[in-house]
């Protein structure tokens, strides 16, 4: 069974840190482009950062670049996020998703086809 599985939201005060992770299983994570999404209501979703099977090649949304890192770890089939220096407006669910059909690289969520559950993040003092 193909599934991912996000942890590590949580309510964290602006200037803070969280780092999310993403598990999955039934399929290699390096095989395919992954990436992480985030979600307001009444909003779409938005890409956050995304990261490439080939090469590793990264992307991150204009609003977190400096200050969000997108990573994985090959041996434990797992992705993360780090967050730093958070701020209100990072308040979202987020969500890991990988690209399982193969198509050209994006972080665009309508090419993700694999989604978690998501986890919620709250920035608020």
């Known amino acids: 069974q193909l599934q991912l599985v996000e942890s590590g939201g949580g309510l964290v005060r602006p200037g803070g840190s969280l780092r999310l992770s993403c598990a999955a299983s039934g399929f290699t994570l390096n095989n395919y482009d992954i990436g992480w999404f985030r979600q307001v209501p009444g909003k779409e979703r938005e890409g956050v950062s995304c990261?490439?099977?080939?090469?590793?090649?990264?992307k991150y949304g204009d609003s977190v670049k400096g200050r969000f890192t997108i990573s994985r770890d090959r041996a434990k089939n797992m992705m993360y996020l780090q967050m730093n220096s958070l701020k209100p407006e990072d308040t979202a669910v987020y969500y890991c998703?990988?690209?399982?059909?193969?198509?050209?690289?994006?972080?665009?969520?309508?090419?993700?086809?694999?989604w978690g559950q998501g986890t919620q993040v709250t920035v608020s003092s």
């Open positions: 998703a990988a690209d399982l059909r193969g198509s050209s690289w994006s972080c665009f969520s309508s090419k993700y086809n694999s």
């Open positions: 990261i490439s099977r080939n090469y590793g090649n990264t």
